[in-house]
């Protein structure tokens, strides 16, 4: 059995590279009762439970790799290696309990072992013992992300013990780069609110906000310092700006809602525990950032456990989740919003979404409708109803669904749902009402940013690709496809639908080299492989397109496409008759109909559908 040493704990350290306070989320969108998680049956042997949390946690399985460690340590109790592997693994999956004492045995062996002197650390801070989790943190590992860590804590512990000065006399030894003295700053103004020294306070939090005004956390702590001091138009303002770069945050327009209604905001802070689980939020939220899901899944348990209710850490938790292909564990982490938080509209949904995924469409279905029966006038719930129908290829339905949402825009700015018009518009073309269809893409390709290329892109792509698919527009379509394509020069789908342009104009050698290009970056679709072996057999190479053919068949194509393939793999294509129009004064004949569909865009916040290539 392969024997890892310490650098199993302490990579989980040194991997984070502490970034400044939690970027700002985009909104994702109430509960439900989750299934229980998977249950793994245990090996026969220490050999095979290692076996399997080795392969379990190579796939990124917390569960499973928790699981299978937790019975391998039974079966050899004394191995240091072992051991912290499962603590890790306890760590990483969340059985805190079972975590803490690895943390003691591991600790006991080795009082170097900087993550098992964290984690014991927060267990302390947990239960107010401020003076025993210095000890565990002064002698945890070393490092930039390590001594960051222990620094801030150490201060919250000084605050959790009623000793603001020396609170702030620990958190003012953080010097370094730019992201340390922001990080410093708005956990001492924190700090200073939560001891009583609001002159600190007020100068620290407007220092770190003065640094980052596009980082949510220091936005909300600096308008809830402000609000809280009797100052709310400078809360307001601070709230404003922010959703100017950011529209429609739940937090930021719960917050605005309140300040306009009169209410009153508590403070961000309102313990050391929460303190100390803000710092741990915020590296967590450092690292999804940068790719770094197992520590950052780490540092956000361990903050979960001394704030379960940090609306924000659940949510970084549960998208982490999502990345790493857990989309049950995510749903279970969902459902743990508090009911009181902005964010619990956005978690249902994402329930809702998570259920297609998980290919549970029915109940997606009579989730979201059931959010959207509650909340009839939110545009997020609506149009993730409207997602899951169109994934579920309920055509009709999901354009109705997208006409109520986009009846519910007002006098809200249209350019910030442009989506809803994409979305709707690819729905109509499915559902053949190809009037209404140009009409919404035509509006979506008015209403998308510059500053979305991905998504310009795929507006110009499906919009081109249905023309060229019904021989309409032509040289619009072609000169449509070369901008969607200089956007996007990796996309195997854009350049097959450029590619496919090169065909239904006579252009065979054309077509031949953009396919060729789309199938090296997406060789297992279906209909890029149909494309190009029809633009092998009108470029004389038969036997290449009959290959071609038999692989798109062999790629479980859409049943209507499949009929197409058959009988071209049995006669060949037709000989042409005449050619048709024209584009940069090239012949085009006319062609079989085309098979439909296109990729959805990937940067709205809503799920995507059915990623077909051409259109």
Known sequence: MPAPRRGVARAALALLLAASTAPALAARLPAREIAAPQAYEPADSLEGNFLAAYI?????????????????????????????????ALLADGSLPEAFRAAERLTARDGANGLAQLALGVQKIKAKQFAAA?????????????????????????????????????????????????????????????????????RR????????????????????????SGRPDLAVAAYQEFDNVLPRHPI??????????????????????EGAAEVLYGLGSAGTSQGDELPAVVYLRL????????????????D???????????????????????????????????????????????????????????????SALGNVQRSRKKYAESAQTYTRAIDLIGDQPARNYWTLYYFRGTSYERAKEWPKAEADLKKALDLVPATQPNGRAQVLNYLAYSWVDQN?????????????????PRDGMIIDSLGWAYYRLGRWDDAVRELEKAIELKPGDPTINDHLGDAYWRSGRRLEGKFQWQHAKDLNPEPEDLAKIEAKLKDGLPELEKPAATAESQPAPAQPEMPKGAPAPSEPPAMGTEQKSGG
């Open 134 to 202: 210095r000890q565990n943190l002064q002698r945890g590992g070393k490092g930039a992300a390590a001594d960051l860590t222990s620094t801030l804590l150490t201060a919250w512990s000084y605050a959790g013990a009623g000793e603001g000065k020396k609170a702030l006399e620990t958190i003012n030894k953080l010097k370094g780069e730019r992201y340390y003295n922001v990080f410093r700053d708005y956990h001492a103004g924190l700090i200073a609110s939560l001891v009583g020294d609001k002159v600190e306070a007020e």
């Open 303 to 318: 903050a979960l456990s001394l704030a379960p209710e940090h609306s924000l850490a659940l949510l970084t938790l549960a």
């Open 56 to 88: 379990a946690g190579a796939s990124r399985d917390t569960a499973a790799a928790a699981t299978y460690y937790r019975e391998a340590v039974k079966g050899d109790p004394r191995n240091a290696e072992l051991l912290e592997r499962s603590f890790v």
């Open 472 to 488: 309409l527009n032509i040289d619009e379509a072609f000169r449509m496809l070369k901008q969607a394509v200089d956007l996007q």
């Open 205 to 228: 939090l407007k220092s770190a906000y003065d640094a980052d005004r596009n980082t949510l956390r220091i936005v909300d702590a600096y308008g809830r310092f402000e609000a809280e």
């Open 320 to 382: 982490t989740l999502e990345r790493m292909k857990a989309p049950d564990r995510a749903n279970e982490v969902f459902a743990r919003m508090p009911a009181t938080s902005p964010l619990k509209l956005n978690a249902d949904i994402q329930i809702g979404l998570n259920l297609e995924q998980m290919g549970k469409g029915e109940e997606a279905l009579a989730h979201l409708d059931q959010v959207a029966k509650t909340y009839p006038n939110d545009i997020d719930v609506i």
């Open 252 to 273: 930021v327009r719960d917050a605005l809602d309140k300040l306009k209604a009169g209410k009153p905001l508590t403070p961000l802070i309102g313990s050391a525990q």
